[in-house]
């Protein structure tokens, strides 16, 4: 899908709260997207570009029928701020994509942009950097009949993970329905107790990250609800009884079936990690980041000595008031993370785009 002229990068236009500002386009899953900023320009936004015409022309249309005053005058937006860490960033990741092009070409654009990229024969051969592997889960089209998986090593940064989504995305490299997006963090000092909280916090908002998610990512045979082994977390009264019931220590093979729910325990017996497997395949820089910031987040909830994650108060609470609630116990209140849970939200429960432009202003 190709943009009108009128709205290439570099182009502003008048919106309900202020003048909203074209930095680029990017695809997600064939949907035409728009990054934008605001009067500062600071704050990047994200927006389907069909959306964006929409609320553009209902802002003219507003104007000339006298609905509303023009608002080109400066309003500028809110001040965000970063999500403040309380354990250092250490996680790994997996991109699920499909692509156009063999991963031969992949991995020569990777190395020349700095990236150290291998493409071993076995999955979980370890290796010094990224790694390039067959992913049998992945179905293929036409267009991109190649399908694999980038492993990242472990990173204390986004410095190299931006190099790998800027390439895949020059590179034309797609998600679908069939790709994932995983996020490793390192576990190892954690306790029986602040394990079972990353669970119990999971379990606790869980339609609430689902509501922030597309359908097929809530009740996936890869990444199956908390709430079905929650009961079982709750029931080991040593860290070694936790990972033999949800982590199967003691199970001769990696793939067991106690892996495919939405946190993955299993891969602490081999790497020392807790894995997030529910996000959905994306190769857009910050959208993943802010994944990996929001998971980060529960565990250092988690962490916090003295603090049993409490149950809802009302269990048929909104989702969106869920999320208000999630935002105030993870401690991300006016931060840039905050932000970005919200317009998920938005995208993902049907809100419309007019909605996102007038909260995100």
């Excluded at 929650?230 to 860290?239: A, P």
Aim: charged share 30%; with cysteine.
């Amino acid at each position: 899908m190709k943009y009108s002229k009128q709205f290439a990068p570099g182009t502003s236009h008048p919106v309900l709260k202020g003048m909203l500002h074209i930095r680029s386009y990017y695809e997600i899953e064939e949907v035409l997207m728009v990054k934008y900023t605001m009067d500062d320009g600071q704050i990047i936004h994200n927006i389907k570009y069909l959306n964006m015409i929409s609320n553009i022309y209902r802002h003219r249309k507003a104007l000339q029928t006298g609905t509303v005053r023009s608002t080109i005058e400066n309003s500028p937006s809110r001040q965000l701020l970063e999500a403040e860490l309380v354990r250092s960033l250490k996680f790994g990741v997996e991109l699920e994509v499909i692509s156009p092009v063999r991963s031969t070409v992949i991995l020569e654009k990777m190395r020349a942009v700095g990236i150290d990229m291998e493409a071993p024969m076995r999955a979980h051969e370890t290796v010094t950097g990224w790694k390039l592997v067959r992913d049998g889960s992945i179905v293929t089209s036409d267009s991109c009949p190649f399908g694999f998986e980038i492993v990242s090593p472990p990173q204390t940064d986004f410095k190299d993970l931006e190099k790998v989504c800027k390439v895949l995305k020059e590179n034309k490299i797609k998600t679908n329905f069939s790709t994932g997006l995983h996020v490793h963090h390192e576990i190892k000092e954690l306790k029986r107790q602040q394990i079972i909280r990353v669970y119990e916090f999971y379990n606790k908002y869980e339609s609430a990250i689902d509501s922030m998610l597309p359908d097929r990512r809530k009740n996936n045979r890869f990444c199956k609800p908390i709430k079905e082994v929650i009961e079982t977390v709750r029931s080991s009264l040593t860290k070694s009884s936790l990972l033999k019931k949800v982590a199967g220590a003691g199970n001769t093979t990696y793939y067991d079936g106690c892996r495919y729910y939405k946190i993955n325990l299993r891969s602490f017996i081999y790497y020392g990690t807790i894995e997030f497997r529910q996000h959905h395949g994306s190769i857009d820089f910050e959208e993943i980041s802010n994944w990996i910031l929001f998971t980060h987040k529960i565990i250092d909830r988690a962490t916090q000595i003295n603090r049993n994650i409490k149950p809802l108060e009302n269990e048929r609470m909104k989702n969106k008031d869920k999320i208000s609630e999630m935002v105030k116990e993870l401690k991300i209140e006016n931060t840039k993370l905050e932000e970005n849970l919200k317009i998920r939200f938005k995208k993902y429960s049907g809100q419309t785009l007019f909605d996102i432009l007038a909260s995100a202003c």
